[in-house]
């Protein structure tokens, strides 16, 4: 359904202006996919997957403790408010959300403008890659290596893209 239907009920008044802003970010495009998923429920959670009947429990793969939902994995979770503690986004931890996850992505994105933005999609890409690697590879990597590498990549990402923007890459 996505823009045109709705689908994200927190959105409905600022859908375009959320989308616009979302797939215009420099971020590198798998990590604006991956923001859109979010948003739109479409992630592999355990909750999620129980709810298609894949015969999974629902508890986090990371704390064990609670029902891992996008919202669990990303803002709710133990390991998630260590990662944005040391993110230096710290509204995002402070910040209680009792909405959706697009309606939490929305709000971030509007208070974190232009610049905070980026950081915010891929600490959140960051987090549900370190979550895969915990469910597929049995490894989980400490919240600040999960910052770091995100940071990293967003780096990296955006020196690659202002070069080739400048001819210096081809």
């Given at each position: 359904m996505g823009r045109q239907g709705h689908a994200?009920?927190?959105?409905?008044d600022g859908a375009q202006q959320f989308w616009q802003g979302l797939w215009t970010t420099f971020v590198p495009p798998r990590v604006r996919v991956q923001a859109w998923r979010f948003c739109d429920e479409a992630t592999p959670t355990m909750a999620n997957l129980a709810q298609k009947h894949a015969g999974v429990e629902t508890h986090c793969v990371l704390c064990g403790a609670e029902v891992e939902t996008t919202k669990h994995v990303l803002l709710e979770g133990p390991f998630a408010r260590v990662v944005w503690a040391l993110s230096h986004i710290p509204w995002v931890v402070l910040h209680r959300w009792d909405g959706d996850t697009a309606g939490w992505f929305s709000a971030a994105i509007r208070r974190l403008g232009l610049k905070g933005t980026p950081r915010f999609l891929m600490l959140c890409w960051a987090l549900w890659r370190n979550r895969n690697r915990r469910r597929m590879e049995?490894?989980?990597?400490?919240?600040?290596q999960v910052v770091n590498d995100a940071l990293l990549l967003l780096s990296q990402y955006?020196?690659?893209r202002t070069k080739l923007r400048l001819g210096l890459l081809r």
């Open positions: 994200f009920p927190a959105l409905a049995g490894v989980v990597w400490e919240p600040l955006q020196e690659a």
